[in-house]
């Protein structure tokens, strides 16, 4: 069977030799450094109220720009705000710049709740409690200036690295699709008198936890540390995302039911394993965001990291020396 998905996939030889580690970069930071822009774009997405599939769109462009570009040479937070603008503008979600410049400054701000509750503004010492915060994330007319202009540079320099080659496929819709022909989404108007177990899956309110759950599973294979979203086709991460979440909830589907959808069995299995795996830093542990300071993990396990291109590069030297 072909399938229907053209969009070209990275090897996993381009994952483990990336621009940035050729140029020096260790490959936990950079692994830390994709996470917490995958953070970021999310938290920025879900502020401006953007739809998931916009968001995934800014992430995956990312993703695949520094496949051809080291993050040296393109600082993260310039990148981060160009894919979600070019984002929304292939999503027909169009934004204008300031507001994304504003809403990455507050998240980049101590007003933010990823920054870090341990570091303190020291203008905020003796301020009254009921006094705005806005000044933290204030943006003047010059420095807008130079974002926007900084922004739109950032921008052109991601479509020429891509080729102009935007075409981003996500599995969401596939998802829902092979959820309703799966027959587990359907569900009669009128509950037998006496439900059982399995009759109660078929609910409204079952149904709607078996979706959120597969779409959640597919938000959180965006930040994996495997970047399966530039290795394997939407089809076969939407059959991931299933097969977790109908394991989680109880749903009992037919025998090699992936097969239908033309996926191997390893593939599920390896997707499967990549699920289960999450991220490099332990799953009760938080990640918080600052744009200058260090890196540092606190007493809880919590993880900070700085994205700025100075900070960035004191932490290359100080890994290196250890």
Request: charged share 20%; hydrophobic share 40%; proline share 8%.
């Amino acid at each position: 069977m072909v399938s229907i998905f053209s969009s070209p996939l990275a090897t996993p030889a381009q994952l483990a030799t990336s621009p940035s580690q050729l140029a020096g970069m260790p490959e936990p930071l950079e692994q830390k450094l994709r996470l917490v822009a995958c953070r970021l774009l999310q938290a920025a997405g879900v502020l401006m109220e953007l739809p998931q599939p916009t968001i995934a769109t800014a992430i995956v462009l990312l993703q695949r720009y520094y496949l051809t570009t080291a993050l040296q040479s393109s600082p993260l937070l310039p990148t981060c705000l160009a894919s979600l603008y070019l984002a929304c503008k292939l999503t027909e979600h169009a934004q204008k710049p300031r507001d994304l410049i504003n809403i990455f400054k507050y998240l980049l701000s101590p007003a933010s709740p990823l920054h870090p509750p341990h570091i303190r503004d020291p203008s905020a010492n003796g301020v009254s409690k009921m006094r705005s915060n806005k000044h933290l994330y204030y943006v003047s007319e010059g420095d807008y200036t130079a974002i926007r202009s900084l922004l739109l540079s950032t921008e052109a320099k991601i479509l020429r690295s891509l080729g102009f080659n935007t075409t981003v496929q996500l599995p969401y819709t596939l998802a829902f699709n092979y959820l309703q022909s799966l027959g587990v989404l359907t569900h009669t108007s009128e509950p037998p008198p006496r439900e059982t177990p399995a009759e109660r899956l078929f609910s409204p309110l079952q149904n709607e936890k078996l979706v959120a759950t597969t779409f959640a599973y597919l938000t959180d294979l965006l930040s994996s540390p495997s970047q399966v979203y530039l290795t394997h086709h939407p089809h076969e991460l939407a059959v991931a995302g299933i097969y977790m979440a109908s394991r989680d909830h109880g749903v009992k589907l037919p025998g090699r039911w992936w097969e239908v959808w033309d996926v191997e069995r390893e593939t599920l299995g390896f997707l499967v394993v990549v699920i289960r795996g999450g991220t490099y830093i332990p799953a009760a542990a938080k990640v918080w965001i600052v744009e200058e300071g260090k890196f540092e993990e606190t007493e809880d396990g919590d993880v900070v990291v700085a994205i700025g291109s100075e900070s960035v590069e004191r932490e290359m030297e100080r890994l290196r020396s250890l």
